[in-house]
């Protein structure tokens, strides 16, 4: 990711962050991984009114949109055959979001 504008030459501020929480399961434990998405700007470009060009760095894509679910919490095996449970939330199950 470049972090200079074409345009104006100039090096970008980063203008705000984007943060996105999801629980990481391990057993026996569960821990909160924060994903933190940085969004930069062009100082020049704003104060000189050329058309602001905003960059955002890359996030991991969520399991579940909108939701706290890790790649890790889809696939634990929670022992369906002790529990009685479902190995897996079935299909089109709704899944609570956390933390809204």
Known sequence: M???VRV???KLHEMSTEVRRELKFIPPQVNVVEHI????????????????PI??????TPVVP???VSPSMMAYD?????RGQP???PA?????????
């Open 37 to 52: 998405r940085y969004v930069y700007g062009c100082r020049r470009c704003e104060q000189e009114a050329i058309s602001t």
């Open 8 to 10: 104006a030459r100039e």
């Open 66 to 68: 909108g939701s706290l």
């Open 87 to 89: 190995a897996a939330i």
């Open 55 to 60: 960059v955002t760095s890359p996030m991991p």
């Open 2 to 4: 470049s972090r200079f």
């Open 92 to 100: 089109g199950a709704a899944v609570p979001a956390f933390g809204r």
């Open 78 to 82: 929670y022992e369906p055959e002790v």
